[in-house]
T-cell receptor, first 114, second 118 residues
Framework: ETGVTQTPRHLVMGMTNKKSLKCEQH?????MYWYKQSAKKPLELMFV???????ENNSVPSRFSPECPNSSHLFLHLHTLQPEDSALYLC?????????????FGPGTRLTVL | AQTVTQSQPEMSVQEAETVTLSCTYD???????LFWYKQPPSRQMILVIR??????QNATENRFSVNFQKAAKSFSLKISDSQLGDAAMYFC???????????????FGKGTSLLVTP
């Protein structure tokens, strides 16, 4: 148990649906991240939040909309997705802004877009 | 952008034997950090070992050790006395030490799937 939880663990949605992924960390961390993990590709950074402020949007399409209401919670709102968006979405958090701080990952949400 | 290359999509090792997973990276920076992460079938990514670029001494964590060759930009992971529980995807990752705009996010390789046979 790394202290980072994600819900739901599995999600199947149609291209016209709207859904949200949730990430919660119980570690007192200040920075949170969304990564996309597709088969046979490196993990791709999507968004970074530091002290609730978005510090990076890695050229992610607008059909993905992040939200960070506080340092413990991170959401990824999904709408009008494409089949190629099917992937494992991982949330991670770190204690602070130091580069050496270990990133703790959640178990991921397996997303399938039909 | 820094790229991380893991040239071995799959590796196999017999229980109790030693295996080495390779990783190379491309960077123009002199200060950075390198990591090996393990992702078992349950999918929870966990940190195995990390190395600061300014340290010449190779990091070691129990049965896991690295061979860090800064000039060659190589960062291999050695697993000694392999156990069935070591079976997983292993990811090499790079983090810049001087890019606050990046939010200190990690650049990952594609991963190596390690199979451990009895």
């Amino acid at each position: 148990e790394t202290g980072v939880t994600q819900t739901p663990r599995h999600l199947v949605m149609g291209m016209t649906n709207k859904k949200s992924l949730k990430c919660e960390q119980h570690l007192g961390h200040n920075a949170m991240y969304w990564y996309k993990q597709s088969a046979k590709k490196p993990l791709e950074l999507m968004f970074v939040y530091n002290f609730k402020e978005q510090t990076e949007n890695n050229s992610v399409p607008s059909r993905f909309s992040p939200e960070c209401p506080n340092s413990s919670h991170l959401f990824l709102h999904l709408h009008t997705l494409q089949p190629e968006d099917s992937a494992l979405y991982l949330c991670a958090s770190t204690r602070g802004t130091g580069t050496y701080n270990e990133q703790f990952f959640g178990p991921g949400t397996r997303l399938t877009v039909l | 952008a820094q790229t991380v290359t893991q040239s071995q999509p799959e590796m196999s090792v017999q229980e109790a034997e030693t295996v080495t997973l390779s990783c190379t990276y491309d960077t123009s920076e002199s200060d950075y950090y390198l990591f090996w992460y393990k992702q078992p079938p349950s999918r929870q990514m966990i940190l195995v070992i990390r190395q600061e670029a300014y340290k010449q001494q190779n990091a070691t964590e129990n049965r896991f050790s690295v061979n860090f060759q800064k000039a060659a930009k190589s960062f291999s992971l050695k697993i000694s006395d392999s156990q069935l529980g070591d079976a997983a995807m292993y990811f090499c990752a790079y983090r810049s030490a001087r890019r606050p705009d990046s939010g200190y996010a990690l650049n990952f390789g594609k991963g190596t799937s390690l199979l451990v046979t009895p």
